[in-house]
Every structure is written in structure tokens, then in C-alpha cells.
């Protein structure tokens, strides 16, 4: 790839996650939960309202993990990772739209919608993710991944920024369900919009077709893929515990996510306050995402990552003992710090134990690993709320996933998976039957 080329279509890369990062803050993080709870699930005890987005972040975790799987290794084979790519992001959009539709009482058909646009996301952020070894050299990655969640971070954190002054300045409260329900539509529109870059300037990478693969159809070839994958793990040891480290910690980081907004909620904080805080965590986590590329090349990736699950340690045990809405912002600052750089260097730390040839497949078993473990957290929540009669039990819990978890990645020897990873894919390239 040619330097001028290669420029355009990592920034076009970045730019992803500047448009898709509009459906994590404005629908999964910060409006969404609050009109769940305050408009779609108004009937309901507002315990049942925590819990049941609990159960709605499962269901979609869920979904992607079954399809995760046979859909990247059927990209891997049909050179098609654009273009999944592009249909998940598609359904995301049309999901992010129908919510427009979802008014008082309606919480069947938010959670619905809801699902429908976390499946085009997530399933979408699989292929996307694979196409970081093919924008990027081994050592550009942890700074190129964390450019894009520093993007993302402000990508989404305008769009929000815009969505929260329409609805903060609405005269009356039929008004406010108004602008919220536009915002939903506007996360589509800048989606859409901001994918072009991806589309225009991102190539499609190379299709490989291993001997004995050339008569297969692609889902013939996906299950035997996956097939030859599996019965092949022992062979990325450190790449399979480093899966499951991430299980553990990635669980804890996701709930968090997923349920900040609806436990402050729960906890009677204003919507200033929650919906205020995760403005901040987008803006204060654009330069801790670039501190955290800075460091992983300074101090090593698993190092970083491991500062950073102490510090979301601290934030759980703190989530117990919260009171007041300063505490609320307080956490949300140690949030900022380490959101973007943990998440940013996880992806880059797993690229580099990947065979190239095969990113899709592995990236949908990362991402797998991801929805599988992460569904349990929101889950976990959702049961402890309804038991409980409340959540704090549920956010302390969560320091046992960062400290397991973190345990496990310092067991995990990066050099010897990428030298692992190198060897593969050598001989994926020796076995292709077809290229092009």
C-alpha cells in the first residue's frame, strides 16, 4: 500500500469510530436509559425498569455471539469484509431510526429496537475490527486503535453534546420525550454519513482460498474454517488465555457501560448529573485515549492494561459507596481515564496474535468472547437489582471480574502468540490456492 494510500484509509478507518460511536453515547449510554426508564418503562417499579434493560443489553449481546462466529469466517473466505461490515451498520441505522417511534408505556418496542440496533453495531464492530492488521503495521497499532476510540470519543461526544441541548432546553416534558426521540434519528444520520470515508478509501483485503476450499460454498468453507480453528486452539496458547483474561475484565468494563446511566438513575440523580457525566467522560477521554496509545509504547500494552483494571477497580468499590451526584462525576472522571486506552489497547494487544489471513474469524471470536462474558455482567446486574430491591451489591461485584482478570493477562506471554501468529500465517499464505 502506498504511504499517501495507506494515510487515507487509516483515517477513513478512524473515522469509523467517530460515526458509530454516536449509538454507544447517545442510545446505549446516556439518552436512551433515561427515556427507558422515564418514559418507555414509566409503568413499571423502578427496579424492574434496571433490571429489564438488563435483560435487553443480554439478548443483544447474545445474538451477536451466535453469529459472530460462522459470519467471519465466511467473510474471511469471500474476501467480504466490507461489505458485512456495511450490512450490520445498516441494520444498526435502522434500528437507531425505529426508536424514534417508541413513546410512553412503550418499552416492549424500545427494547425491541433497541436489540435490533445493538446487533448491527456490534456485529459490525467485528469486521471493522479485523480491518485493523490491514490498515496498519504490528507497530502502529496501539496508537492507530487508540486514534480511533479518541475519535470515537469525540465524534460521539458532539453528536451527544447537540442532542442534550435540544433536550435540556425543551420548554415542557412532552417536548423533552420530543427532542429525545429526534436525537435517536440523528444517531443514524451521522452513522451513515460518517461511514463514507470507510466505504470510499478502505480496500477490501485480499481473499485467500486455502487448498481443498476451491469448490466450497461460503458457508461450507465457514463451519470447516471454524472447524480446523477449534480443533487448532492448542496451538494459539497465549492467544486463547488472553481471550479469556479478557472474558473477565471486558465483562466488568462493559456493565459498566451499559448500566452507569440507569443506576444513577435508580439512585434518583438529576439527568444533569447522569447525563452530564458521560458528556464529560467523552470529552476528558479524548486525550487519556492517546495518553494510553503513548504508554503502551512506553511502558508495554500489558502493563497499561493492567493500570487501567486497577483503577476500574477502585470505580466499583467506589459505585458502592456512592451518595451524592458529586460522586456520580468523580467516578465518571476515573471512567474517562481509562475507558478508551483499556479498550483501545485490548484490540491492538489482540491483532498482533492473529493470523492476518484470518481477522474476521478471530475477531468474531474476540468479539464472541466479548458478548458471551459481557452478557452475564448486565445479566448478573438485572437479577441482584430485582432480588435486592436495588443495585449497589451489583456494581461492587464488579471488581472481582478486573482482579481475575487482570490476574490472567499477566499470565499471558504477547512475544511468544505473535511468534505464534507469524508462523500461521506464513503458512496460510504457502497453502492459498487463490488469491485475488
Do not use: C
Not at 502502529?140 to 435540556?168: C, H, P, T, W
Not at 452530564?276 to 467523552?282: A, E, F, K, R, S
Not at 487501567?308 to 468523580?330: K, P
Request: no cysteine; aromatic share 14%; hydrophobic share 50%.
Amino acid at each position: 500500500m502506498e504511504p499517501k494510500e495507506k494515510k487515507r484509509a487509516q483515517f477513513a478507518w478512524v473515522m469509523y469510530d467517530w460515526a458509530n460511536s454516536a449509538f454507544v453515547t447517545t442510545i446505549t449510554a446516556a439518552v436512551l436509559p433515561v427515556y427507558y426508564s422515564s418514559v418507555a418503562a414509566a409503568e413499571l417499579p423502578s427496579n424492574l425498569r434496571t433490571a429489564y434493560w438488563g435483560y435487553t443489553s443480554t439478548i443483544a449481546l447474545l445474538l451477536v455471539a451466535f453469529l459472530g462466529p460462522v459470519l467471519g469466517a465466511m467473510a474471511d473466505f469471500s474476501g467480504s469484509k466490507k461489505k458485512f461490515l456495511t450490512r450490520f451498520a445498516v441494520l444498526g441505522m435502522i434500528g437507531a431510526a425505529l426508536l424514534f417511534l417508541v413513546k410512553e408505556g412503550d418499552w416492549l418496542m424500545a427494547s425491541f429496537f433497541f436489540i435490533l440496533g445493538s446487533v448491527g453495531f456490534s456485529g459490525a464492530n467485528v469486521f471493522y475490527d479485523s480491518l485493523l492488521p490491514h490498515v496498519s503495521d504490528e507497530d502502529e497499532r496501539d496508537q492507530l486503535s487508540s486514534k480511533g476510540f479518541a475519535f470515537g470519543y469525540l465524534g460521539g461526544g458532539i453528536l451527544l453534546a447537540v442532542n442534550l441541548v435540544m433536550i435540556m432546553t425543551a420548554p415542557d416534558s412532552e417536548t423533552t420525550a420530543l427532542m429525545s426521540r429526534i436525537s435517536f434519528l440523528m444517531v443514524a444520520v451521522w452513522w451513515l454519513v460518517f461511514t463514507i470515508p470507510l466505504w470510499k478509501f478502505v480496500k477490501e483485503p485480499v481473499r485467500r482460498i486455502l487448498k481443498g476450499e476451491e469448490n466450497f460454498n461460503p458457508v461450507q468453507a465457514s463451519f470447516s474454517r471454524l472447524a480446523h480453528t477449534f480443533g487448532e486452539i492448542k496451538k494459539y496458547k497465549e492467544l486463547f488465555k488472553f481471550i479469556i483474561a479478557f472474558w473477565l475484565y471486558n465483562n466488568g468494563i462493559g456493565t459498566i457501560i451499559t448500566m452507569a446511566t440507569i443506576y444513577g438513575t435508580e439512585l434518583e440523580f438529576s439527568s444533569t448529573t447522569t447525563i452530564g457525566t458521560l458528556l464529560m467522560v467523552q470529552f476528558v477521554g479524548i486525550p487519556f485515549s492517546f495518553l494510553f496509545g503513548w504508554l503502551g509504547k512506553k511502558i508495554g500494552t500489558k502493563k497499561s492494561i493492567l493500570i487501567s483494571l486497577g483503577v476500574y477497580s477502585i470505580i466499583a468499590i467506589g459505585g458502592y459507596f456512592m451518595m451524592d451526584e458529586i460522586h456520580f462525576w468523580i467516578l465518571g472522571f476515573g471512567v474517562a481515564m481509562v475507558q478508551g486506552g483499556s479498550q483501545a489497547l485490548s484490540r491492538s494487544l489482540f491483532s498482533r496474535m492473529l493470523p492476518k489471513s484470518q481477522s474476521a474469524e478471530f475477531y468474531s471470536f474476540f468479539s464472541v468472547s466479548e458478548k458471551v462474558a459481557g452478557s452475564f455482567g448486565p445479566f448478573l446486574f438485572g437479577v441482584v437489582s430485582t432480588v435486592m430491591g436495588g443495585s449497589r451489591l451489583s456494581i461492587v461485584s464488579l471488581i472481582v471480574f478486573f482482579i481475575v482478570g487482570g490476574y490472567l493477562l499477566t499470565r499471558v506471554d504477547e512475544n511468544e502468540g505473535m511468534r505464534v501468529a507469524k508462523e500461521e500465517e506464513d503458512r496460510l499464505v504457502r497453502a492459498t490456492a487463490l488469491e485475488g
